[in-house]
């Protein structure tokens, strides 16, 4: 059975993911799809609109047969990490034959150039990054900087003009990056994005718009009618539900006092001590607390923007103060050794048949619950605190046994 696997968020699945779920089963031609999923807390360092579970039935009503975590541990980071744990994640199926994302040009052959290039960190291509941070500005910025100046140096000025620091590119061609670095033989494919970009924040098209601009619907104009034409039937139901349950739509405002508690009751030092927080970013986060007038995330952040903080950087760093993330656990050595486990959130009919084949084929050991791992898994504890913290403050207020959801609750089943 040929298979596709899909990295995403799903925050929440709409009408622009089922087309990139369609195209990519057609162009790749696959009868199944594998998603690796973030769980309650993404890549830009934000909390999930909704629970993992809930945004699982809507990835498997919209198309996919399994669904896998991706690891909090990565599903935080930054596009080097993330990308390396969800590609590795995939490889480790054994199940996968391709893998397919969007791009904004849906160009595949530049980025590929690129990866082949830069995934091995030359120290010429080290200098060209150290010269461009230098300059100032942001770390993404300046490495798809130097991977132009890169390939220009080596004589591939077309694929120097490429705009790799378009997100979804930059995503891409990190991912092709880790590829290479895990030696895989999964196929990569590439579409281009259906009209909504990424980030764009509000709805320019009849049915489609970005999660950023669903997401503002929400959370913003507080309306779940607005959401209605840009996501699939099935997805509307599941918001609907967890609407009228009050269990959402979830934002970093439900957690501002438990991040505030976090920061005054460590010090300056022990703030160091936590990921994503250096060059004296963590007496800047203390500095900041007398001058705020209330207790909302969003003036928080702004008293903490510069040019050389951005939003995503200062939310990964406040995720890391909220979940307690040393950065003794996020060393590029332990973070390089891989995902130890594969998690199952979910899976169809065709899904328990890849579960059938993966008992032989996948070079990981299979999850269906945090309840009882074969050995301790120290990103899978994270995975069940993050699961904790997320529960603990959902907009209702979160019961007691929720917060152990990862050790009770089953992968959610479909036919």
Not at 81 to 105: I, M, R
Not at 294 to 299: A, K, P, T, V, Y
Request: hydrophobic letters at 40%; glycine letters at 8%.
């Amino acid at each position: 059975m040929r298979t596709v696997g899909l990295i995403v968020e799903y925050n929440p699945f709409h009408n622009g993911h089922l087309y990139h779920l369609r195209q990519s089963r057609k162009i790749t031609e696959a009868e199944a799809v594998v998603a690796v999923m973030s769980g309650h807390f993404l890549q830009r360092g934000e909390p999930a609109l909704l629970d993992k579970w809930t945004r699982t039935r809507m990835a498997l009503a919209g198309g996919c047969d399994l669904v896998i975590e991706l690891p909090c541990a990565y599903a935080t980071q930054a596009a080097e990490w993330f990308a390396f744990g969800a590609v590795s994640l995939l490889e480790a199926t054994g199940v996968v034959d391709a893998f397919c994302f969007g791009t904004e040009s849906g160009e595949l052959a530049p980025l590929l150039q690129a990866a082949e290039l830069t995934a091995k960190e030359s120290p010429e291509f080290k200098a060209i990054l150290k010269r461009r941070l230098q300059d100032g500005g942001s770390y993404p910025g300046a490495y798809s900087a130097a991977v132009s100046d890169y390939l220009a140096e080596r004589g591939h000025a077309s694929a120097a003009n490429f705009p790799f620091a378009m997100p979804n590119h930059t995503l891409g061609l990190h991912y092709l990056i880790a590829l290479n670095r895990i030696g895989g033989t999964m196929k990569p494919y590439t579409i281009a994005r259906e009209k909504a970009q990424y980030n764009q924040t509000t709805a320019t098209d009849s049915r489609i718009a970005s999660a950023t601009a669903i997401r503002k619907m929400l959370l913003e104009e507080r309306t779940l009618e607005a959401a209605g034409p840009y996501v699939p039937e099935s997805t509307y139901r599941f918001l609907r539900e967890e609407w009228l349950a009050g269990r959402c739509p979830v934002s970093w405002d439900n957690y501002a006092r438990p991040l505030l508690h976090a920061i005054v009751t460590r010090s300056a030092e022990q703030l160091a001590e936590l990921r994503e927080l250096n060059e004296g970013l963590e007496h800047r986060i203390r500095n900041a607390l007398p001058k705020l007038d209330g207790l909302r995330f969003e003036e928080l952040l702004e008293a903490l923007k510069t040019k050389r903080y951005t939003r995503t950087k200062l939310q990964r760093a406040l995720l890391s103060v909220l979940l307690g993330h040393a950065k003794a656990d996020f060393t590029a050595e332990k973070l390089a050794a891989g995902v130890e486990y594969i998690r199952v959130l979910g899976f169809t009919g065709k899904g328990r048949q890849l579960l059938r084949r993966m008992r032989d084929a996948a070079a990981l050991p299979v999850l269906l619950s945090a309840a009882r791992p074969p050995r301790p898994y120290p990103y899978l504890e994270l995975d069940v605190r993050a699961t904790g913290a997320y529960m603990l403050d959902l907009p209702g207020g979160g019961a007691a046994p929720a917060l152990f959801r990862d050790f009770t609750d089953k992968p959610v089943a479909m036919p």
